[in-house]
């Protein structure tokens, strides 16, 4: 399995409040995304990064942000939290984008009240 | 603009019976395709993808997936299940001129009774 951890694995928070959820990879590779799943919607692309610093919108950014200070962390965080974004969030990895499959950690079940 | 359809929402059947999921795509370029499956309470695992070549894949756990580029299909198949395949199985699509965005079909749930 890819070296891939995300913390926490599960939290309970109320609106308004900033959440941070941190992904960990020990596979080097330069891409890492973050996804939301939800019931009907399949995974949906948040943010993605291809490399320290370099960040990019996915197809639902709105009320999230993102920071990648060294290869291995990819963070994403919810300013003020909203219930809407009760989700589970996937990390993934790739090792280089052109052809390559992602692989996900076990991710982070987030529930907003 | 890409998009990935699942035909089915739910799948059952019985163990040692037959299985396709059925997974069809729309893109203007040249594409990846892949087959993901998720037990409960886990993340996403790689069952199989088509990059290029022979258009029928083998994958893990006796699964297969046949492209078929006239189709834009990409069904996957299992001749025979067993219990421990009840999981959700997503397909996925990237082409080749979208950089970095992989396109997941909403999933189909395989349920595998006794």
């Known amino acids: 399995d890819a070296g891939i951890t995300q913390s926490p694995r599960h939290k309970v928070t109320e609106t308004g409040t900033p959440v941070t959820l941190r992904c960990h990879q020990t596979?080097?590779?330069?891409?890492m995304y973050w996804y939301r799943q939800d019931p009907g919607h399949g995974l949906r692309l948040i943010h993605y990064s291809y490399g320290v610093k370099d960040t990019d919108k996915g197809e639902v950014s709105d009320g999230y942000s993102v920071s990648r200070s060294k290869t291995e962390d990819f963070l994403l965080t919810l300013e003020s939290a909203t219930s809407s974004q009760t989700s589970v969030y996937f990390c993934a990895i790739s090792e280089a984008d052109f052809n390559q499959p992602q692989h996900f950690g076990d991710g982070t079940r987030l529930s907003i009240l | 603009a890409q998009s990935v359809t699942q035909l089915d929402s739910q799948v059952p059947v019985f163990e040692e019976a037959p299985v396709e999921l059925r997974c069809n795509y729309s893109?203007?370029?040249?594409?990846?395709l892949f087959w993901y499956v998720q037990y409960p309470n886990q993340g996403l695992q790689l069952l199989l993808k088509?990059?290029?070549?022979?258009?029928l894949v083998k994958g893990i756990n006796g699964f297969e997936a046949e492209f078929n580029k006239s189709q834009t299909s990409f069904h996957l198949r299992k001749p025979s299940v067993h219990i421990s395949d009840t999981a959700e199985y997503f397909c996925a699509v990237k082409s080749g001129g979208s950089n970095y965005k992989l396109t997941f079909g909403k999933g189909t749930l395989l349920t595998v009774n006794p």
């Open positions: 596979e080097n590779h330069r891409y």
């Open positions: 088509y990059l290029s070549g022979s258009t």
């Open positions: 893109s203007s370029v040249s594409v990846y």
